[in-house]
């Protein structure tokens, strides 16, 4: 990212906000993905539809880019091999800490959990010392 747009990231901020606030108020769930993903895999028959459309919308919402225009992400050329790597260690990361960014940064903070509070900072903080360290290479 060598281009920072506040006015998409205001717009991404207030439709993620939406969906979430929707989520809840409509069927009382909060909008956290690695929840919603990993319950796709044990949730029963009248659990699983909402949870596949909710993951099936949200990666059609990239076919909106271009008609926002809005460019793609440039993204690094990562191998397999490390894509793996990271999404095992996203995963066993949301485990150990009972929520994903999503689940704890937006959902949690709003509702003024203190468990989500603290996440949210050790997220952001681990976030900042792996940029860090990384030298800024990938910002």
Partial sequence: MTEFSPGSALVGGMLLGLSVSLLLLLSGRTGGISGILG????????????????????AAS?????LLGLSEAALPNYSLT??????FAVGVGTQ???GC???HGICGIGR???????????????????????GGAYV
């Fill in 101 to 103: 960014t999503s689940g």
């Fill in 62 to 66: 990239l076919l909106f880019n271009p």
């Fill in 112 to 134: 003024f959990s203190l468990r989500s509070i603290v996440a949210t900072m050790v997220f952001m903080l681990s976030a900042a010392v792996v940029v860090w360290l990384a």
């Fill in 82 to 87: 490390w894509l793996l790597a990271g999404g």
């Fill in 39 to 58: 319950g796709i895999f044990g949730a029963s028959k009248s659990e699983w539809p909402w949870r596949v459309a909710f993951i099936a919308a949200m």
């Fill in 96 to 98: 150990l800490a009972n």
